[in-house]
């Protein structure tokens, strides 16, 4: 069974940066190829954050791109996540996903717990 | 971005009782492109369906998915208690290569008299 476990800071002061990592048991980062992030905010529901390729190609969402970098540590087995420039608004729990690995077929079968981030001084 | 828009927005029914669930996007998507997620309370969302009505491993077959072009359903056939949560649609646009982008529904809940 592949498991998802993020983990990071909980509070942020505006202005600064978030850091997220995934560690990945059961399976590995190979074997799905495209790992994604995914936030949940009181404001606008699920909100794709971008995919990253196992072999550290990354597309990001339009509305946050400016801002995210994704990286991944295949001799560790994780997924890495930082938002720069963090407001307010960005206060949400962040899922690290996993993309169903099915030629074709696109969503996300395996989801972390989540990892609450406030933004907040 | 393609727009998701799911209704209603609450759905109160009693047990055994069939629920249908819609999402429609502003353009035109591939079914293979359409996943649907139902999410507990301090839970993270779980995979029901995949390519519109493809069920996840594990997923109770009182689950169906359908629809094409905007207009996908989910339906829950007899619901039961543990049904209670709230349920998003997602699709897919683009390409690995040219501005991929995933969008969520706001979502339906459940509820279970």
């Known amino acids: 069974q592949v498991q998802l476990q993020e983990s990071g800071p909980g509070l942020v002061q505006p202005s600064g940066t978030l850091s997220l990592t995934c560690d990945v048991s059961g399976d590995s980062i190979n074997s799905a190829f495209w790992w994604s992030w995914v936030r949940r905010s009181p404001g606008k529901g699920l909100e794709w954050i971008g995919e990253v390729y196992v072999g550290g190609t990354a597309n990001y969402n339009p509305s946050l791109m400016s801002r995210v970098i994704m990286s991944t540590e295949k001799s560790e087995n994780r997924i890495s996540l930082q938002l720069t420039s963090v407001t307010a608004a960005d206060t949400a729990i962040y899922y690290c996903v996993r993309h169903i690995p099915i030629n074709g077929q696109r969503g996300f079968d395996f989801w972390g717990q989540g990892s609450l981030v406030t933004v907040s001084s | ?113």
């Open chain 2, 1 to 113: 971005e393609v727009v998701l828009t799911q209704s209603p927005g609450t759905l109160s029914l009693s047990p055994g009782e069939r629920a249908t669930l819609s999402c429609r996007t502003s353009q035109s998507t591939r079914s293979d492109y359409i996943a649907w997620y139902q999410q507990k309370p301090g839970q993270a969302p779980r995979l029901l369906m995949h390519g519109a009505s493809n069920r996840a491993p594990g997923i109770p077959d009182r689950f169906s998915g359908s629809g094409s072009g905007t207009d996908f359903t989910l339906t829950i056939s007899r619901l039961e208690p543990e049904d209670s949560a709230v349920y998003f649609c997602q699709q897919y646009s683009g390409s690995p290569r040219n501005s991929p982008q995933y969008t969520f529904g706001q979502g339906t809940k459940v509820e279970i008299k």
